[in-house]
């Protein structure tokens, strides 16, 4: 396991977003293949107990996406849709099926630090702070930094 | 021309929202069928002083689309992707291309009222204040009464 550091995460004090910073071993060309190639996305994503099957994957403006996660036979599906999906940025909605009204605009970009570096700087927009810090509070940093260090990984050994 | 009220324009207190209410002589059905046939939508979308030529039109749950406003040879585009399309409810996102770093993400509910009408409530998020405020004084609200004044007609002499 190679993590420098752990993802920053933080809750924008006047709007319902959360953002999240980590900088990786890695060319925007690798992070921006590790985001939208769906065998290396379904092999990074999440928490270690847990296994990804993607069911849907267009990974361009204007195309969607759904995957669902398994751990013992428990399943936890997640779609939405490619609003655009550009070199250095990609911005997408994001639904929990099991919370089917709730919806997220998400935004991601990477930037390019030199030496091989990215900083993925990431952005998550809901509609109320009752929303947003329910998310907070749901332990969702234990999967983005077990994904996150599974990438760093991925991006050690080659596989990205 | 048979406007009965303009429409409710609101910007949120504590998140950077604008919501729109207004009520039509028209059932959910038609109401949705306007908002997903791109013949009905090109028809009443916008200022009476635009044309509306559609060009990209997929309304289904992660179908995307685009539409060009062109007055005198001017032309304005905007695009977005269909995060969910059900008999209810429309969640998609929106981009002027004139600012194709602006996104906003667009919830439209239809809400029965019973004798034929409807509620059409609208909700536009974007990820701040100073981006929700620019758009609230950019005189939006021409466009949007004077479209659905569009709507209503067709509502009544039976084109939706």
Not at 49 to 62: F, M, N, P
Not at 102 to 124: C, I, M
Not at 132 to 153: F, H, P, Q, T
Request: aromatic fraction near 10%; hydrophobic fraction near 35%; glycine fraction near 10%.
């Amino acid at each position: 396991m190679s993590t420098i550091a752990e993802t920053k995460i933080e809750a924008d004090p006047n709007v319902p977003i959360i953002r999240m910073t980590r900088e990786f071993a890695g060319t925007p060309e690798q992070l921006f293949r590790a985001h939208t190639d769906p065998k290396l996305f379904a092999q990074w994503i999440g928490p270690s107990s847990l296994e990804t099957r993607i069911e849907e994957w267009d990974a361009r403006s204007g195309g969607s996406w759904r995957f669902v996660s398994t751990r013992d036979g428990e399943e936890h599906a997640f779609r939405g849709c490619f609003h655009e999906v550009r070199p250095d940025r990609i911005v997408q909605t994001f639904t929990y099926e099991g919370d089917p009204d709730g919806v997220a605009l998400e935004t991601l970009w990477f930037e390019d630090l030199g030496n091989g570096r990215t900083r993925l700087r990431t952005q998550s927009l809901v509609d109320s702070f009752e929303g947003r810090d329910a998310w907070l509070k749901s332990g969702m940093e234990i999967g983005v930094n077990e994904g996150y260090a599974k990438l760093e990984e991925m991006l050690a050994d080659g596989t990205v």
